[in-house]
T-cell receptor, first 114, second 117 residues
Framework: ETGVTQTPRHLVMGMTNKKSLKCEQHLGHNAMYWYKQSAKKPLELMFVYNFKEQTENNSVPSRFSPECPNSSHLFLHLHTLQPEDSALYLC?????????????FGPGTRLLVL | AQKITQTQPGMFVQEKEAVTLDCTYDTSDPSYGLFWYKQPSSGEMIFLIYQGSYDQQNATEGRYSLNFQKARKSANLVISASQLGDSAMYFCAMRMNYGGSQGNLIFGKGTKLSVKP
């Protein structure tokens, strides 16, 4: 596979469930991102990892828990979510050269919290 | 504070015509990058074109060109010869090259482009 992949593509969960979103990049990049895209809102940056270390947590509630075991994989663990967390969750990756690299996105996971 | 503004929530264009999507930005940093992404209804954000703040010439990628006017802080996307498949949301984004948020992107609210046959 090439590029950035995300699984699952669609997810429906109850507020008491625990689920995980997975992102994998095959681009040899070192930085990975989680974004949230709600209806009629700009893309919101959630978490940033550089070389497996979390470098940014954009005031995200603790019910979202990221994990980056290596530079190619990124997870977002979900527990006790709220209906307002329903959104498209996008993963992206970028190469090491900050000033010259483009972020490439995965296809996203559409999450519905009931 | 850094900011991206897209003032056109929706645009219509006739197939085979050109269309310009507006983007203005605000930053005090001398070094930054400007991007355009396309998001079809499927959800994936597709990278279209990039312009660096120090680039002297406007970026072009096939039917896409970026009209970069640094003094006006604008980075408009021009799509030539529109196709039905160009119907999508288009997002302008800015990357900071300095500071604690270097490498991160700030996105505008997007413009929904509809191409009419």
């Amino acid at each position: 596979e090439t590029g950035v992949t995300q699984t699952p593509r669609h997810l429906v969960m109850g507020m008491t469930n625990k689920k995980s979103l997975k992102c994998e990049q095959h681009l040899g990049h070192n930085a990975m991102y989680w974004y949230k895209q709600s209806a009629k809102k700009p893309l919101e940056l959630m978490f940033v990892y550089n070389f497996k270390e979390q470098t940014e947590n954009n005031s995200v509630p603790s019910r979202f828990s990221p994990e980056c075991p290596n530079s190619s994989h990124l997870f977002l663990h979900l527990h006790t979510l709220q209906p307002e967390d329903s959104a498209l969750y996008l993963c992206a990756s970028r190469g090491a050269a900050v000033s010259s690299e483009t972020q490439y996105f995965g296809p996203g996971t559409r999450l519905l919290v009931l | 504070a850094q900011k991206i503004t897209q003032t056109q929530p929706g645009m219509f264009v006739q197939e085979k015509e050109a269309v310009t999507l507006d983007c203005t930005y605000d930053t005090s940093d001398p070094s930054y990058g400007l991007f355009w992404y396309k998001q079809p209804s499927s959800g994936e954000m597709i990278f279209l074109i990039y312009q660096g703040s120090y680039d002297q010439q406007n970026a072009t990628e096939g039917r896409y060109s970026l009209n970069f006017q640094k003094a006006r802080k604008s980075a408009n996307l021009v799509i030539s010869a529109s196709q039905l498949g160009d119907s999508a949301m288009y997002f302008c984004a800015m990357r900071m090259n300095y500071g604690g948020s270097q490498g991160n992107l700030i996105f505008g609210k997007g413009t929904k482009l509809s191409v009419k046959p």
